[in-house]
T-cell receptor, first 114, second 114 residues
Framework: NAGVTQTPKFQVLKTGQSMTLQCAQD?????MSWYRQDPGMGLRLIHY???????DQGEVPNGYNVSRSTTEDFPLRLLSAAPSQTSVYFC?????????????FGPGTRLTVT | GENVEQHPSTLSVQEGDSAVIKCTYS??????FPWYKQELGKRPQLIID?????GEKKDQRIAVTLNKTAKHFSLHITETQPEDSAVYFC?????????????FGKGTKLSVKP
């Protein structure tokens, strides 16, 4: 199993550009989520999904959209990038319910917005 | 809103000493408390977790204790080694126990000096 994969690893955007961060998992996990990590701030939840077709907002959803058309994929879209979105983005997945609790993180995407 | 406070933000110990990191949480419905270790430039990885029906859990040199009444939990690392140097994050579940929806503390940078 590849686990959780993310592309790209690095990205530089200009203010106002849009892009999609890709996330995929091959563990058949129902639960997927996106976090951003900023220095001294820990990990903050952007959006999450409890299954295909179901998404919800986390702590810091503004400026980001998500969709979950399949169990495997959970892309994160930045509609109009801003310098405040410069961060490292982690996707994570886990089982829901009592089958397991560990969240598995992807390798991260380092995004810089100029 | 829901919050997880983590202390200290930095911790320096001599090799062989013990290290303790403490977290408090605000959401009474939280029932899952994982700890993650993140090495520089890498993804967070789960090192130990505890559920609210357990007061203590141990795995070799690592232990976690939970006091639900006081809403705090702690990570204990004994016989520290240089490879324990990393940033450690505590987290608590949100929304009545959905383990994939986590609130993270801001992290503790642990340095173990040889």
């Amino acid at each position: 199993n590849a686990g959780v994969t993310q592309t790209p690893k690095f990205q530089v955007l200009k203010t106002g550009q849009s892009m999609t961060l890709q996330c995929a998992q091959d563990m058949n996990h129902e639960y997927m989520s996106w976090y951003r990590q900023d220095p001294g701030m820990g990990l903050r939840l952007i959006h999450y999904s409890v299954g295909a077709g179901i998404t919800d907002q986390g702590e810091v959803p503004n400026g980001y959209n998500v969709s979950r058309s399949t169990t495997e994929d959970f892309p994160l879209r930045l509609l109009s990038a801003a310098p405040s979105q410069t961060s490292v983005y982690f996707c994570a997945s886990s089982y829901s319910g009592t089958r397991g609790y560990e969240q598995y993180f992807g390798p991260g995407t380092r995004l810089t917005v100029t | 809103g829901e919050n997880v406070e983590q202390h200290p933000s930095t911790l320096s110990v001599q090799e062989g000493d013990s290290a303790v990191i403490k977290c408090t949480y605000s959401d009474s419905a939280s029932n899952y408390f994982p700890w993650y270790k993140q090495e520089l430039g890498k993804r967070p990885q789960l090192i130990i977790d505890i559920r609210s029906n357990v007061g203590e859990k141990k795995d070799q040199r690592i232990a976690v204790t939970l006091n639900k009444t006081a809403k705090h939990f702690s990570l204990h690392i004994t016989e520290t080694q240089p490879e324990d140097s990393a940033v450690y994050f505590c987290a608590a579940s949100r929304d009545g126990g959905s383990q994939g929806n986590l609130i993270f503390g801001k992290g503790t940078k642990l340095s173990v000096k040889p």
